[in-house]
């Protein structure tokens, strides 16, 4: 039994006369009727009553087209559902995020995304970079956003792209002595109780304070850019992290650049290089003309990943 047997069906029924019913059907009567007694003898009952009047079902028919009805609706919407999710419109895409890259440039990038691809279901996880880059190892995430490229077994087997290069900020109470300063020196910094991420504290931050060493083993450990700035405006300390924490906007902190200027490891984002996920494909396309910063090097890759360009 075929698609065409149930539309040849569902015609006739309409119709009620063969002639009628092939003529809709763009086909000739005889092959029509050929193909109704086919279907008849595969399911093993009369479907239709021929009289003088017309041609009309019969209990078995009746109960036959309701059925091949729905079938012919699920098949066309089968033919959609494939479209779509082979265009990345529908299916499941899983974001491990570092909270700072909610400042900068997550939100223009999930937004655009979300609006050009309602159906998709985002499955979005704040955590740290390792955390994140072990769960992208894993496959428990499609894409990871953290500070650093991933390390580890498998790392060779993923595609990291840079989306954000930054540097280091000091953030203080508005009632602290720095907050009147618009620089303040790495040495002042380590006569301070810091507050910072834990990551931070325990790689990239470490160079910052190679003259005092101790400096960053008593200090607060925050998850994310806001507790570190809710930290420092409480007076907990004067909390560290990337510039683009300026743009949390309140009245009790200040920002100070850092003296000498302490460049970050860019943010980047990762995916597996033999992920040919159309929803992948969507979503880079998404980063592609969102984020300045990424340039030629994700468009180089598109180009080297035909499956992953094609949105």
Do not use: K, W
Not at 134 to 151: K, N, T
Not at 236 to 241: E, F, K, R
Not at 251 to 263: G, L, Q, S, Y
Request: overall charge neutral.
């Amino acid at each position: 039994m075929e698609a065409r047997h149930l539309r040849y069906a569902l015609a006739l029924a309409e119709h009620q006369h063969f002639g009628r019913a092939a003529a809709s059907l763009g086909i000739a009567q005889p092959p029509l009727s050929t193909q109704i007694a086919a279907l008849e003898r595969e399911i093993g009952e009369r479907l239709f009553d021929r009289t003088p009047r017309g041609v009309f079902p019969t209990a078995a028919g009746n109960a036959f087209l309701a059925r091949a009805g729905s079938a012919l609706a699920e098949m066309r919407l089968a033919r959609v559902e494939a479209g779509r999710a082979a265009r990345g419109e529908t299916g499941r895409l899983r974001l491990g995020f570092i909270g700072s890259a909610l400042l900068d440039p997550l939100p223009g990038v999930l937004g655009r995304f979300r609006r050009a691809r309602p159906d998709v279901r985002m499955v979005l996880q704040e955590l740290d970079t390792p955390t994140a880059s072990a769960a992208l190892l894993a496959g428990e995430l499609d894409v990871a956003v953290g500070r650093g490229g991933p390390r580890g077994a498998g790392a060779e087997d993923l595609v990291t792209v840079p989306i954000g290069a930054d540097h280091l900020v000091a953030v203080v109470s508005s009632a602290h002595p720095f907050a009147g300063q618009r620089s303040v020196e790495a040495g002042q910094l380590a006569r301070e109780p810091l507050v910072v991420s834990a990551d931070a504290a325990g790689s990239y931050l470490r160079p910052l304070f190679e003259h005092d060493p101790a400096a960053l083993d008593g200090a607060a450990l925050a998850r994310d850019v806001h507790t570190i700035a809710g930290l420092a405006a409480c007076g907990a300390g004067v909390g560290l992290g990337p510039n683009r924490m300026r743009l949390i906007a309140r009245d009790d902190i200040r920002f100070c650049d850092v003296e000498p200027r302490f460049r970050l490891p860019d943010l980047q984002m990762s995916f597996r290089a033999a992920d040919s996920s159309p929803v992948l494909a969507a979503f880079l396309a998404v980063v592609r003309q969102n984020c300045a910063e990424v340039g030629s090097r994700l468009d180089d890759l598109l180009a080297r990943h035909p499956a992953l360009g094609a949105s």
